[in-house]
């Protein structure tokens, strides 16, 4: 498990090289079955895209390590869940993705989570599939959050378009990076963000805000 970190272009690339390692999809049958049931609730969740959306929860997580200077103790995380519009000039769709703290990372005298993907999953046209290698990054500690996963071949970067005084966010993820390998073949996250986005964060009553594109420059 890689720390959480602010995404540069060589990041990026060093990240999703690692997709290609043949390694199992984030969703065994069980859950791609489970998440067809529409009339199935996830722990009193909704049925979405054909997504089964769970209750986000709040977890107290003890660090592997507690450095000098750093408050020690248990920490208090909650999961990361997002449902996303898909959109890569070839497919239509939305994703959706359960990311759990399971660690701490290290920030400037504070902690922030770093996550396990579990759940992660893909709907296009009402058929939902696995995504491969989908991994939720928290950002450090300026909260430059992104997330990644492989689909149909290729590999995407979920980031952020614009960022604030210090390098900071102000929003959601808004557009993404599409790779093949390790190559960067469209880079929709420039000032003139070519490929567009739409994130939101599950809410712990399983709802969310309307999937809406309200994107506007960070100032």
Not at 172 to 186: A, H, K, Y
């Amino acid at each position: 498990m890689r720390t959480a970190g602010t995404w540069t272009a060589s990041l990026a690339l060093g990240l999703l090289a690692a997709c290609t390692d043949g390694s199992e999809p984030a969703v065994d049958a069980g859950d791609i079955d489970a998440m067809h049931d529409d009339g199935g609730r996830a722990d009193g969740g909704q049925t979405e895209h054909g997504f089964e959306i769970r209750l986000p929860e709040t977890h107290m997580i003890t660090c592997s390590e507690y450095p000098t200077g750093y408050p020690e103790g248990p920490q208090e995380f909650d999961d990361a869940d997002w449902l996303c519009t898909f959109d890569d000039g070839a497919a239509q769709g939305h994703i959706y993705v359960q990311s759990s703290p399971i660690d701490c990372g290290q920030g400037l005298f504070m902690f922030y989570p770093i996550f396990e993907t579990g759940v992660a999953a893909i709907s296009i046209a009402g058929e939902v599939s696995a995504l491969d290698d989908a991994e939720y990054d928290w950002g450090g500690n300026h909260h430059n959050d992104s997330l990644s996963f492989g689909f149909a071949g290729k590999q995407y970067v979920y980031d952020h378009s614009s960022f604030g005084p210090g390098y900071r966010a102000c929003a959601p993820v808004d557009c993404m990076r599409v790779f093949v390998g390790s190559e960067l073949i469209e880079d929709g996250c420039t000032q003139a963000r070519t490929l567009p986005i739409v994130c939101e964060e599950i809410h712990p009553d399983g709802s969310h805000d309307p999937l809406e594109d309200t994107f506007e420059p960070c100032v």
